[in-house]
């Protein structure tokens, strides 16, 4: 595959829903579902997220967990995988807890986007891509030079926008679910793909792979069909 292998790690209420009609930071789902994101965050190369999912909530996830910082060393890993944030605008706030955080950052944005974050205090790396409208944003072009930076795998935690955007492309592999036992309800609430959808007919496919039942949540990972099959 000349891209990295992407894996979509949500949770969503039981109508649909991975944020309230506020669209604030989702911190509905159990202890076990943070451990499982901790541990898909842990397996990966680098996190992606889209820059709204950043503003909800200020921070990202690092890995904490001593077993799981160990397995990233006996695979040759860094300590810590690169958080990469996508942000057209670069309006991001470095007042953020974000900035804080232990972690290598990255951040994909236009030419005008990367302009207040050159001093390298910030981010670790950048991607500037010539500025285009939104819906030609050229992910496969993009992630094509992941591989040769050292990022083979990326956990993709959201949002509903920057998903569209990758299964759109055909760049997302496969999808972890939690389904959370709560129903968030609110036309305006965002939900795992937003943007403009699919018709049915050419809709994403997906085949199941594994689910698991924890207390009252229920862990699902499906393997997305590559596009046009
Ligand atoms: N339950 C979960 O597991 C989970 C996980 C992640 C997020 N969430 C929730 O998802 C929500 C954030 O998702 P999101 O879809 O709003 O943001 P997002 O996908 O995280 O980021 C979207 C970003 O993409 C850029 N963008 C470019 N074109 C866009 C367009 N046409 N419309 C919107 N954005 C566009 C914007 O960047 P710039 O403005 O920076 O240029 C925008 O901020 C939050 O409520 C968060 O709590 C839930």
Known sequence: MDRPRISLVLAMSLDGKIADAQ????????QADLDHLEARVAAADGVLFGSGTLRAYGTTLSVRNPALIEARRQRG???????IVWSPS???DPQWRFF???VPRGLI???AGAQPWQTGEFFDRLWVIPKVPTDAWNWPKLLAQFPTQGLHTLALLGGG???ADLLRHGCIDEVYITVCPLLLGGATAPTPVDGEGFLAELAPRLTLLEHRTIGDEV???YLVHPSGV
Do not use: K, M, V, Y
């Open 219 to 221: 862990f699902l990972h």
């Open 109 to 111: 944005t236009t030419p």
């Open 23 to 30: 669209r604030r930071a989702a911190r509905f789902s159990s």
């Open 90 to 92: 670069g309006h991001l």
């Open 77 to 83: 890993q860094t300590d810590q995988p690169i958080h």
């Open 161 to 163: 926008h920057l998903t």
């Open 100 to 102: 804080q955080q232990p």
